[in-house]
């Protein structure tokens, strides 16, 4: 492919070097940007420590050389991730919240942060954010949503719910999330299983499941 310079998945010195040759021959701000959050998002999935802290690196490359409008909220939520998958908690709430407070400014330009802040509060038990989680679930809700999404902003709603005690509410939510769970096409007829539900093995299932069928 063309382009895979921008889509490495290892990132030795020969990487670096042909990637940031790269990069700087790259015509136009927008580009660098949108090189810089791939590149990162190729090396995130790599599930390896060493190269998410890169991944870290460039996307906070971007957000202070090239923070471009149309990619900023995108990298600010990138960096949320990693910053989880290495365990920085506290870096990682900043980070969805720059991601966030983006988005505001910025409407036309949406990503699942919504989501991934409220997941990660209920997931971490953080019980001192649920009151945020909960109103950024209102604020920023999606006028249209995936399975997935139904999934996760329902089964958010039932744990934030169930720890206030509020267990009928908690069930309503939870029912719904699991339903949403269990949808198997998504109505789209050229893209039958894009916005399902792929990983039921996790602990946020789990929870959810049990609100449920209690």
Not at 91 to 106: G, M, V
Not at 114 to 119: A, K, P, S, T, V
Request: with cysteine; aromatic share 12%; charged share 30%.
């Amino acid at each position: 492919m063309t382009n895979d310079w921008f889509r490495k998945t290892t990132w030795s010195e020969a990487d670096q070097a042909d990637f940031f040759a790269r990069l700087k021959r790259s015509r136009g701000a927008g580009n660098k940007a949108q090189y810089l959050r791939i590149q990162a998002s190729y090396l995130e999935e790599m599930h390896k420590p060493e190269l998410i802290q890169v991944a870290i690196t460039l996307l906070d490359k971007m957000l202070a050389e090239f923070p471009e409008q149309g990619e900023l909220s995108c990298a600010q939520k990138q960096k949320a991730s990693c910053l989880v998958a290495l365990g920085k908690l506290d870096e990682a709430i900043a980070s969805y919240r720059d991601a966030l407070n983006t988005e505001r400014k910025f409407p036309m330009r949406r990503t699942r942060a919504w989501l991934e802040f409220g997941r990660l509060v209920c997931e971490r038990k953080l019980v001192d954010l649920y009151d945020e989680a909960w109103a950024v679930l209102d604020e920023l809700k999606y006028e249209t949503l995936f399975a997935a999404d139904i999934y996760e902003l329902s089964g958010i709603r039932a744990l934030i719910a169930a720890h206030k005690g509020n267990f009928e509410s908690a069930k309503r939510f939870a029912k719904t999330a699991i339903e949403s769970a269990a949808t198997t096409h998504s109505g789209f007829r050229y893209h039958p299983t894009v916005g399902l539900v792929r990983d039921k093995e996790t602990p946020f299932y789990k929870f959810v499941e049990a609100l449920a069928k209690n």
